[in-house]
């Protein structure tokens, strides 16, 4: 997308999408548990799922490190706001949004805010910023890895995602004409707090009770206020089912529309992240002037008119290139192990006690979840972990704080090793050499066994490094992985 707009005006300044790179075919899914519904295989497409060491944190932050590389105009430290909209937080009591903020080395200052507890969370986040008409910037992420039990519908439509859109005055790619919210307590699914799997009622009747009349009222209401006719919307960008959605649409007049459908089949249901990573699918390929609605949907709808003031851009991380560089996982029982569907024996290795000591991860957190390592000012060389004394030139306390996340670094070696314990094995780990002078050792993620090489190109990506299953906590390093847009064989 490139930024084109009127100067000054409020609007969405950037827009991106992240896609974990696993995903399984439908067909799969049905062939591993068809037997229960006695359904066969009639399901078609992928949908995406996270890695073993990835969560609603760590894809949002992906989401965030995207959408502000392409506001190459703003700097990221003066980002006003940032809000985390997700309803798998993986901590209750601890800001999530924190974390986001620390591991994109935001400004202190701001207030992270965590929002939940709907799947339109990341919708209504964006309706309240943008009726503020702050100059901002305002960073908005929402992610989603919502799991569900084998066999049901959620399995098959669920998928895994984030998405993060930046607002304020600026030059916008986008800006939002008119929208309108409405609170209803129709309970189509949910899921009480504490527990991990959503419990659906009846999709006729949701549709048919609670969908579409409500629905209808809200898009009518947002066409008024910017005097739009239904002829004039060019996409339709729900998360509502085929039916639907259908049926909605027929309702409001707006059969002529380009849906999400595509992203729907491919991807599957991102939860609250879902509306804006359609967002920024269907910005990737708008003209200017396209009008789009954008919907959000959970106890009521959200209903947002966008008008698109930019074009595709050749972007490596866009939606359409992180699709073709997913990887279709084609064995279902490890699929289930990696979400923890399915307990699988570690053996004596995997039986080792991962304790954090918090009070040296209070005292490297900024090195830790930021990845900031020390420049000397004397010779100029950077390292990691920063220390008082540079290893290069030895020159004393003339180190100044610099993040190597945004660096491509070089495998200077690596092991692929059986033995020790890995959620997805082999551990694969080795030295990263980056630019001006910094090594270290890492730990690798979405390679497959013999795709790694000395030589290579990497870049990093925030990760969970290990999960405390006594203690429920869980820690965060950064990881190298193949750079964005290599695609990978199954």
């Known amino acids: 997308m490139s930024a084109s707009g009127k100067d000054g005006e409020c609007g969405i300044l950037a827009c991106a999408a992240y896609l974990p790179r696993g995903r399984i075919a439908r067909e799969t899914l049905e062939e591993a548990t068809g037997w229960v519904t006695g359904m066969g295989r009639r399901s078609s497409g992928t949908r995406h799922f996270a890695n073993w060491d990835e969560d609603s944190i760590t894809m949002a932050v992906e989401a965030a490190r995207h959408a502000l590389q392409r506001m190459s105009d703003e700097p990221t430290s003066e980002v006003a706001s940032l809000n985390l909209a997700t309803t798998t937080a993986p901590f209750a009591d601890r800001s999530n949004a924190g974390i986001v903020r620390e591991a994109l080395n935001l400004n202190a200052d701001l207030s992270p805010a965590d929002r939940g507890g709907s799947r339109r969370a990341a919708t209504s986040a964006l309706i309240d910023l943008w009726a503020r008409r ?85 898009i009518g209401q947002v066409l008024a206020e910017a005097d739009t006719a239904a002829t004039d919307i ?34 599957g249901t991102c939860g609250s992240a879902h509306p804006l990573v359609m967002l920024s699918w269907a910005l990737e390929s708008a003209e200017p002037g396209d009008q789009l609605l954008l919907i959000g949907a959970g106890q009521g709808f959200d209903v947002l008119l966008i008008e698109a003031s930019g074009g595709a851009s050749d972007d490596p991380m866009s939606v359409g290139r992180q699709l073709a560089a997913g990887r279709t996982e084609s064995n279902y029982v490890r699929y289930a192990a990696l979400r923890g569907l399915l307990p699988v024996e570690t053996g004596l290795r995997g039986e080792r006690d991962t304790r954090t000591a918090h009070s040296a991860h209070y005292r490297r957190h900024s090195d830790l979840t930021g990845f900031n390592g020390g420049r000397c000012v004397a010779c100029g060389k950077l390292q990691f972990p920063r220390s008082r004394i540079c290893v290069h030139c030895h020159a004393d306390g003339m180190q100044t704080p610099e993040s190597l996340a945004g660096l491509t670094g070089t495998v200077n070696s690596f092991t692929e090793d059986w033995l020790a314990y890995s959620p ?11 630019p001006d002078g910094a090594n270290v050792m890492m730990e690798f993620s979405d390679f497959l066994p013999g795709e790694i090489e000395t030589g290579q190109s990497v870049r990093m990506a925030f990760r969970i490094k290990d999960i405390d299953t006594r203690r429920h906590f869980r820690r965060y390093f950064w990881k190298p992985v193949p750079l964005a847009g290599e695609q990978s064989g199954g």
């Open 234 to 267: 060019k996409a339709f960008l729900s998360p509502l089912p085929p039916d639907a959605e259908r049926a909605v649409l027929r309702a409001a007049g707006l059969t002529q529309c380009v849906t999400a459908a595509p992203l729907r089949d491919s991807v």
């Open 134 to 218: 702050q100059s901002g910037p305002h960073l908005l992420c929402a992610a989603d890895c919502i799991d569900a039990l084998p066999a049901s519908d959620g399995e098959r439509d669920l998928g895994h995602g984030a998405a993060a859109v930046v607002i304020g005055a600026g030059n916008p790619v986008a800006r939002i004409r008119a929208a309108a919210a409405r609170h209803e307590d129709f309970v189509d699914r949910y899921r009480e707090s504490g527990t991990r799997f959503e419990y659906r009622l009846e999709p006729r009747w949701t549709r048919d009770a609670g969908t579409v009349s409500q629905l209808h009222d809200l």
């Open 424 to 434: 997805r094995p082999p551990l694969m780990f080795g030295n990263i050499h980056f």
